[in-house]
C-alpha cells in the first residue's frame, strides 16, 4: 500500500509542473498556437504557376491537386482563397464541382 501512494505522490509531483504550464498559457509565458496547423509548403506562385503551364485554361482542383503536393481538401482551400483574393476565378459546375482559371494566364 506504501508502495503505491509513493508512486502516486511521484506522479502528482510530475504532473504539477505541466499543470502549472497549462495555466499559465496565454498569460505571456507560454505562447499562444496562433498560426496552429501546417505551414504551406507550396506558395502561392506555385499554384499560379500550374495554370500558367497548362495547355487548358480551365482547370478542376482534382487537375491541379495532381500537380502539386497538396491533398485535394487542401488544393480546394487554397484554390478557393486564391479566387476570394483576386487572381483567380471559379465556376460551379453541375451539383458539385468547380472549374478554375488564372485570366492572366489567358
Known amino acids: 500500500m ?15 509542473p505541466l499543470i502549472e504550464r497549462i495555466a499559465l ?3 505571456g509565458d507560454i505562447p499562444l498556437m496562433a498560426n496552429a496547423g501546417r505551414k504551406p509548403t507550396v506558395s502561392d506562385e506555385d499554384i499560379l504557376s500550374v495554370f500558367r503551364d497548362s495547355a487548358d485554361p480551365v482547370l ?5 491537386s495532381n500537380r502539386l503536393d497538396i491533398g485535394h481538401r ?14 483567380l476565378k ?3 459546375v453541375g451539383d458539385s ?7 492572366d494566364a489567358l
Not at 482551400?77 to 479566387?83: C, Q, S
Not at 464541382?97 to 485570366?103: C, D, E
Open 2 to 16: 506504501l508502495t503505491i501512494l509513493c508512486h502516486q505522490l511521484i506522479l502528482l509531483e510530475e504532473l504539477v
Open 25 to 27: 498559457r496565454g498569460q
Open 60 to 64: 478542376t482542383t482534382a487537375e491541379v
Open 74 to 87: 487542401g488544393t480546394y482551400d487554397r484554390l478557393k482563397k486564391l479566387a476570394t483574393d483576386g487572381p
Open 90 to 92: 471559379m465556376k460551379k
Open 97 to 103: 464541382g468547380v472549374v478554375w482559371w488564372y485570366p
